[in-house]
DNA sequence: AGCATACCCGAGTAAAACTGTCAATTAATT
DNA sequence: AATTAATTGACAGTTTTACTCGGGTATGCT
């Protein structure tokens, strides 16, 4: 019941772009020594935060990304989902709760009821809900573990 | 973000056991024959759920496994944990939410308060809710895929 | 006693998933 | 043209998962 680095680094990478970017494109080299994430890492990040629609791309000296959207509109399972890991705990259901085998499994309740709440939690939490908490956080101590 | 097989099994074969035991020891070759998991994993899974005093043991010929407590007094968070899946998202945390960086990670509200609900969510649940619900079922259809 | 049943336990292994790197390319700015 | 920086696919190392195997040990029955 984990969620792979590969999310974690997302939604960090993702504060540091929102906290750091503010309109201007910030380049990946920035988010990647301030971070202490390794590039190449981070590039094949960004591909998929761009697929998902939640980073622009801008090319050349002087680009980097740009959110796509205002950080309040972002949600954090948005970011997890662009990524590409399911927040369905199992294997056999697919997002809305279905089954292969309908609902007939005796522990289908249970996984079903977990991911809704999975999904209510990470849903219910904006960028712009970390933003705002690592601005203050920052005024006190700078650490940057996880 | 997913539940490994091996506590999904654990679940299954719990509520197996609590449906067909009754009191009396049920060997594993029935939970293996009648779930359709293998014996040699089984065994693995009931060493595991007997040290977290979920089941004991009964030794010998006519032997089996038996529930340690009643049904309703199991929840189903207690069977995962035994059989050692972590409901924590991420391994820099403790069961408490304790952190190797405090609580100053931008992430660290996100991770902690998912585990809060994955945790009490499974915890809401116990071994008796599943064993209603899989004998009420049976009275329809025959299926074991999950 | 001897035998069959059934739990007990540690070691080992193949496959999958995860984590991360590299090299080569395209595009925009100066 | 030179430089910056995103773009892409392929690939390798490590870890985790999902099992199997082989031999033990306790118990009850005849
Ligand atoms: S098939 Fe697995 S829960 Fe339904
Ligand atoms: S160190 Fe990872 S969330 Fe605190």
């Known amino acids: 019941m984990r969620i792979s680095t590969k999310a974690q680094y997302a939604v960090r990478a993702m504060v540091s772009l929102s906290l750091h970017g503010e309109g201007k494109p910030l380049a990946l080299h920035d988010i990647a020594t301030r971070e202490a994430i390794s590039l190449a890492y981070l ?17 050349g000296p002087g680009g980097g990304y740009v959110l796509a959207r205002p950080a309040v509109e972002i949600r954090v399972d948005e970011i997890i989902d662009s990524v590409e890991e399911s927040l369905v705990p199992v294997s056999c259901m697919d997002d809305k709760g279905r089954c292969v085998c309908g609902d007939q499994c005796v522990s289908h309740a249970v996984w079903q009821g977990l991911g ?7 849903s219910s939490i904006t960028l712009a809900d970390l933003t705002r908490d690592a601005a203050n956080k920052a ?8």
Chains 1, 2 share one sequence.
């Open 139 to 146: 005024r006190t101590v700078l650490s940057d573990e996880c």
């Open 116 to 122: 809704e709440r999975v999904r209510q939690f990470l």
């Open 43 to 59: 590039e094949q990040l960004f591909v998929k935060l761009r697929r998902g629609r939640i980073v622009k791309s801008v090319r």
